[in-house]
């Protein structure tokens, strides 16, 4: 486990992959292994910039050295480490939908673009200030309060994307102009 490594780093025998029962190469990420998680250290990029976020651990008991949650009201970020390269994956939420993902290799542009996101920012603002996140159509539809919309209307254009509503065509095709049906999925 991480505390094996550290260990090991103390003792300078730094040689090799360090690779513990979460699968994951420390070897990678040696200013984690100083704080000892992920958690712990982005919550000391946190301070150390003057701002006050309760960094939290993943539910999912096997992510809690190598993954954390941000928290604000209605918006959070999930951030986990790769196993085999360095690098942190992150997801942006609102309101409990999937609004925007990226990975970068730099813990403080992920405590950055975590502090964007969670001031308020708008996808396209968080992708202008940093540029590995990426969004999708149905991200600012959701902003623009159309999310449920643009999905009727993506049935309808796009069916292939769910093979599985080919047979409800005509009620989509019906639904998505009856203001009663589109707003509730």
């Known amino acids: ?10 003792h300078g025998e730094t040689e090799g992959e360090q690779i513990t029962s979460t ?4 070897s ?14 982005l919550q000391a990029e946190f301070g150390d910039a003057g701002h006050d976020l309760d960094v939290l651990l993943p539910s999912a008991h096997g992510w809690q050295d190598v993954g954390a949650v941000v928290r604000r009201q209605d918006r959070s ?5 790769a196993s085999q390269e360095r690098s942190f994956t992150m997801q942006f939420w609102a309101d409990g939908v999937h609004m925007a993902h990226g990975s970068t290799a730099e813990l403080d542009a992920v405590a950055g673009s975590t502090l964007v996101w969670l001031s ?12 590995f996140v990426e969004f999708s159509p149905f991200s600012e539809a959701c902003e623009r309060g159309e999310g449920i919309e643009f999905t009727w209307q993506q049935y309808h254009t796009n069916p292939q994307q769910a093979p599985q509503l080919t047979a409800l065509r005509s009620f989509i095709t019906a639904a998505i102009h ?8």
């Open 23 to 26: 699968g994951c190469d420390w």
């Open 28 to 41: 990678l990420y040696p200013d984690i292994v100083r704080s000892s998680t992920l958690r712990i250290a």
């Open 1 to 10: 486990m991480v505390t094996r490594y550290i260990e090991q780093v103390d």
């Open 178 to 185: 009856e203001p009663l049906v589109k707003y509730r999925v």
């Open 120 to 131: 308020g920012a708008l996808v396209r603002q968080l992708n202008a200030a940093w540029s």
């Open 77 to 81: 970020v999930d951030v986990v480490m």
